[in-house]
């Protein structure tokens, strides 16, 4: 089981609210990832980062920002929470850019 | 354009069979492609690796092969059992933006029935 962490689990909040989403990982992994991934779909990877005050967009766009500031921690955050943003929110950590990647457990977002 | 395709969306194989499940991936030139299994609500886990000048790998049951020249890999599950029932995600990197993040495919969803 891979030491990474993932809250909450599950959300069901309304149109307009701003979220957080929390990862962390204790396995001093320099690299960090989120993607999104709907039902039957594949994972889409929205931000990652090389390590402490480094962040990236992914290849699919999203209006979610992503900061990290300390190495096992990163958040995701949606400012105004919209229907379209539904969906499973992975976070993932890899040792290095060419290695495997270690997943959490996934938020599933229901945005009403 | 870039495209990760995995056989099919879903494959039912009998408890103690061989399951195959393919990858075929066009316009990319990938230096290595792994496979990882996601079970409902789970995120996915590493299975194996296989780098671009590696033919095949095995893991216990399972085997990986990787042919570059038909851009496919093909992933054995050998005496398969019910627990082996999940979805298959292959995902193979990508260094154009010199990032070398993962792309994944849809994903194969087998069953094994007992």
């Known amino acids: 089981e891979a030491d990474i962490y993932q809250t909450p689990r599950y959300l069901v909040i309304g149109t307009g609210k701003k979220i957080t989403l929390e990862c962390s990982q204790t396995m001093g992994h320099d690299k960090m990832y989120w993607y999104q991934q709907d039902p039957g779909m594949e994972l889409h990877l929205i931000h990652y980062s090389y390590g402490v005050n480094s962040t990236e967009k992914g290849d699919l766009s999203s209006e979610s920002t992503v900061s990290r500031i300390r190495t096992e921690h990163f958040p995701l955050t949606l400012e105004s929470a919209r229907p379209s943003h539904t969906s499973q929110y992975l976070c993932?950590?890899?040792?290095?850019?060419?290695?495997?990647?270690?997943f959490g457990p996934g938020t599933r977002l229901l945005v009403l | 354009s870039q495209k990760i395709e995995q056989n099919s969306e879903a494959l039912n194989i009998q408890e103690g069979k061989t399951a195959t499940l393919t990858c075929n991936y066009t316009?990319?030139?990938?230096?290595?492609l792994q496979w990882y299994r996601q079970d409902p609500g789970r995120g996915p886990v590493f299975l194996l690796l296989i780098r671009e000048n590696e033919k095949e790998k095995r893991k216990e049951r399972l085997k990986v092969t990787f042919d570059t020249t038909l851009k496919q890999s093909l992933f054995h599950i050998t005496a398969s059992q019910p627990a082996d029932s999940a979805t298959y995600l292959c995902a193979l990197d990508s260094d154009q933006t010199g990032a070398n993040n993962l792309f994944f495919g849809t994903g194969t969803r087998l069953t094994v029935i007992p």
């Open positions: 993932a950590s890899s040792e290095s850019p060419v290695e495997t990647q270690y």
């Open positions: 316009n990319y030139s990938p230096a290595y």
